[in-house]
Structure formats: structure tokens, C-alpha cells
């Protein structure tokens, strides 16, 4: 197992002794972004490029929403074989959000391709449109969405408070983004942009909707559910998200996600009404139910038209900048498709992203907010996975924090203290604290520091799980006080032991029967078999002698299944510490239950 890094790494982000995190309450082993490639070269890195021609692109021309041609008249009669642009006869539908899954339609507007008007003029209160083009009265050669956003409105007064903008990028743990994205990097060291780099910033669910419900909510996924939402089964329109206390501050609000399963939505009813002010969802909606097709054999990297998904967030990101310059944003953008799913896919993204900072920069974005440029956990279903550097890199997602100079220079001592916490055991409870720190500056004075400080001592081991990187995160503070459960602890020491060690075999058939029991209630799944222990660890435990912990890595038949889990055993008790998590893709196995908790278990019986 390789644990150092570099020297030149070390030096220039304080790493000492070999630890993230040295603190008495956590010491969080440093790792070495060491190449995957070899442990990945059966990964087949699908196509970057959407196969279809652009024929239109919407525009807005003096406050008015138009389609317009994308290609020169000779190219139009070339790419689509037609001998005249008349020949190609299109429609458009108008469309506007009902709810998180389904959307409302206008009656259907036909027009012709005419070689004297190359823009086409939408109805006035159009918004979203799905156009379709045929050519010999029946064969589509174009079908895509577009959408438009209202001119934003200038404004004699500026309002100088700073906004939030949430940059999230799927299954990128740190050493992930340290391999992949060198130009990224670079970009951010050389461009004199002030960041904080969080080393010990540690996720505490198995995926992204429990690892960004506390971000969003200061609550725990089960703790949401109970509180607004009975255990996911109704919509979220009633949960006590951030966005709507930066919209009753005065904030405009937005949401973007590049895949339908988004946040709220994958299994799950997502929002009834529209929960902020922008929002992509019935744009990636639309596209996912009519317009969709896949570029990679896997069908996981989606496209519509000559866009892929990812593409089109950037659009809605880009459409919004001039609003972010006329008014105090929140916004929440989440990129997920190919990042997910392969290894590699991270790589291409890299200058993308150098890309969209450097415009953010220059259109001065980035001078008016604060960038929360990070991730959910680390790469899942990889054959990366499978290793132990995998299994740990899974559990220190990316976090990169940006804010104006003049930030620092408002507030120094909270900027001293997020600088600190660049090595301190941190996660999303902490980031929404941060986030409600922003809506109420006041508590970032010197005097108020001070004062926040010396309480936040005073309390010991029972400070609170979600603390503000504005504060001085505890020395003391452990996994168990960060409301980190032990499967996702990175504060512990891992002791291989021998997969016929009597517990790892212990531990291993208690996590098969407890899985049994969960699907008891669903006798259309399978019973799990214990077919093989792949791997067994020893957590040490200093807080308590008489305890100890085994975390397992198994093989259940049917199905293939490859699963982790850790144990607690005391004495002749034993129980399971957190969920046990599944390391590989399940696909359709799972297709006869609707339940996010049970189905990455389940091996459907037909």
C-alpha cells in the first residue's frame, strides 16, 4: 500500500508526517495519486463527440426568442441531402414545467426552411421548445430542445453581497482530481484566484443524495425524509432546503443537474413546484423522454442533437452569467454523466473546466462569489474500486473553495481560519454552516469570531456535527462528533488481516444475513449466498479497548454482487456499523423494486 506523496506536493500543501489530517481527534493516512490507468485498460473511454448535425440554435434578438440556422444554405442542402432548404419542413412545440417529471405542451407550430428568412420568430411567452424537422414527408433529420432565458435586466445599483455558487462534479475524490485535471491545477495556482485546498474533507453516505442532503439542508438524509418528505415517498417542496433562505435574503436561485436522476430525483418524486428561480430540469426532462441518444456501448454518456448533456448544462450555467453580474446568486450546478461511470472520463474534462473558470474570471463571476468546486465521494463502480487505494479515495471526495480577494480583505480572520481548516476533518454539515455564514456577514467580524470561537470550545466533544470553516474546526473533533459513519471514516488505521481470519469470516456472514433481512420485505429478490471474502481489515479503535471493527470486502451470488461492509463487534455482540455499500454496477438486476435503499441489494428473481 502506498501512502506518500511526492516531496513537491507535500511541501506546497503543509502534508507532514504523511497525514491529511494529524490531529488528536483524527489522523487521516496522506495518499499518492498514483496512475489507474493499469488497473482500468478493459475501460472502454466512449466517444466525446455527438453523431448529429447542428441545424438550428435559439436566440434571443431584442427581448424576442428565435430558432436560427446553424449552417449556410450550400451546408443545409449538403448534410441533409435535400436540393432545396424548402424541402425540410419543421415544427416546434412550446413547452413549461408542471412538475420535477412531466412538463406541459402547446399546440404544435409548423414552419418551412426558407432561403430568405434563416431565423425562424417563436411565440412570445415560448420558453423551452422541442423542434422536429423531416424531409420526404416522413424522415427526421433534426430533433433537439432549446431553451431561453429573459434578458437580464441592468440595473443603476449593484448589490454587493456575495453570492454562492455550488461547482459540483460527480465521483472525483481528491487524488482523482490530482491525476486527471493537471491543467485545472495549474490554471488556479497561476491565475490568482484565492482558493483553499480542504485535504481532509471526508464523505459521510454511500452516494450522492446522502452526502449532499446535508449541504443542502444541515440535515441528515433520514433526518430530511422524516422531517419533510416520510422516508422519500412524497416530493421535497416542504424540506427546509438552503436555496430558500437565500431567496427570502433577496437571492435569485438556480439549479442545474446534466442527468435526470439529479439529487432529488433518482428514485425519489424530485419537487412539485418549481423550486428556484432557474432551473434545467424540464429542459433535461424533455430531452431524456424525446430527444435522447447514447455515445457510448454502455448507453451512460447521453446527447441530444449535436450536445451532450453535460454540454447543455454549461449552456444554462453561460445563459445565466448575465444575471449573476445584475443580482446576488445561489446556484447549484451538478455534473454527473461520464464522470460516474468511467475512470478515465475525468481527464477529458479538465480543460472544460479551465475553460469555464477563465470565463467565469473574466466576465468577473468570480469576483463576486463564493465557488465551492467539489464532489460527492469517489469513483464507485470502477474496477479502480477494487483496490485498496481505491476503497479509500472513495470516502475524500474533491473540495476546493474560491473567494474574491476582497472577501479576505473584508474578513480576514474567517479567511485565516478557512486556511486552517485546509487540514481538518471536514464535511457537508460543515459546508451548509459555511453557506449560512454567507447569508449573514455580521458573524464574520472580528468581534463576532471571537465570540463564536470561545463558544464553540467551551462545548468540548459536544460541539456540533456541522461546524462553519469560518471557525477553527476542534482539534479533538473525530469521526463520530463530524456525524462521519465508521464505514466512511478515514480517521482509523486499516489492518489487513487474512480472509480466513475467523472474524473477517465472522463478519462476513453477519453482513450477508443482514442484507437477507432487509430484502425479506421483497420477495421478488433473490436470497443472497455468501460466495467469497475478498479482503478483511482491522480498524483500531483507541476509544474503546474492548471493541473491535472488520470491514470486509464479499461476493454474493446471485448476481455478482461485490459489497463492503464493517462490523462491530463487542464481545459476543455483533452489529453492523453504517450500510453496507456495493462496489460494483448493478444495471437492471434491481428493476423489480423502486426503492433507493434496497435496490442496489437486490437480484431480481425474473
Partial sequence: MDYIMDYAVYEEHAITQGFFVNTSGCHMVALNPIPIESLVNDEELPSL??????????????????????????????????????????????????????????????????????????????????????????????????????????????????????LGIDSISHMHYLRSMPQFQSFIENADLPHVEFWGYNRVGRNSYPNLVPLLSGMSDAELEANCSKNGDEHYDRCPIIWKQFKAAGYYTSLGEDHIGGCFNYVKKGFYSQPTDYILRPVLFEMNQNTRYSCDKQELVHCSGHRLFSEVLQEFIFKLVPHMKQHPFFSFFWRAMGVHDYATYAKTVDMEYVKMLRSLQTQGILNRSLILFMSDHGLRFTGFRKSYQGMQEESQPLLIAFYPKWFGTLYP????????????????????????????????????????????????????????????????????????????CLCHKLNEISIEDSRAKRAARFIVRSLNALLSSYPQCHRLELEQVLAAYLLEQPMDPNAYEVRVRLVTEPGGGLFEGTTRFLGFKVALDGVVTRSNAYRNQSYCVNNYRIEMYCYCKH
Fill in 49 to 166: 463527440q455527438c453523431q448529429k448535425p447542428e441545424l438550428l440554435h435559439g436566440e434571443v434578438v431584442d427581448g424576442r426568442n428565435y430558432l436560427v440556422w446553424s449552417m449556410t444554405e450550400d451546408n443545409i442542402r449538403s448534410v441533409f441531402q435535400v436540393r432545396n432548404v424548402s424541402d425540410i419542413n419543421c415544427y416546434y412545440v412550446g413547452i413549461s414545467r408542471y412538475s420535477d417529471n412531466k412538463n406541459n405542451y402547446d399546440d404544435r407550430k409548423s414552419f418551412r426552411l426558407n432561403s430568405m428568412r434563416t431565423k425562424q420568430l417563436l411565440d412570445e411567452d415560448v420558453k423551452i421548445v422541442r423542434v422536429e424537422c423531416i424531409r420526404d414527408g416522413n424522415e427526421t433529420i433534426y430533433h433537439d430542445v432549446h431553451f431561453f432565458l429573459p434578458t437580464a435586466e441592468v440595473t443603476g445599483v449593484q448589490d454587493k453581497r456575495i453570492s454562492v455558487m455550488i
Fill in 413 to 488: 480572520e474567517a479567511i485565516i481560519n478557512l486556511k486552517r481548516n485546509a487540514h481538518s476533518l471536514v464535511t457537508t454539515f460543515d459546508l451548509h454552516e459555511t453557506l449560512k455564514d454567507i447569508l449573514h456577514p455580521k458573524q464574520l467580524l472580528r468581534e463576532q469570531l471571537v465570540k463564536r470561537t470561545v463558544a464553540l470550545k467551551s462545548l468540548g466533544r459536544n460541539a456540533p456535527r456541522g461546524v462553519s470553516l469560518f471557525l477553527p474546526i476542534p482539534k479533538q473533533r473525530d469521526c463520530n462528533m463530524a456525524g462521519i459513519p465508521t464505514h466512511y
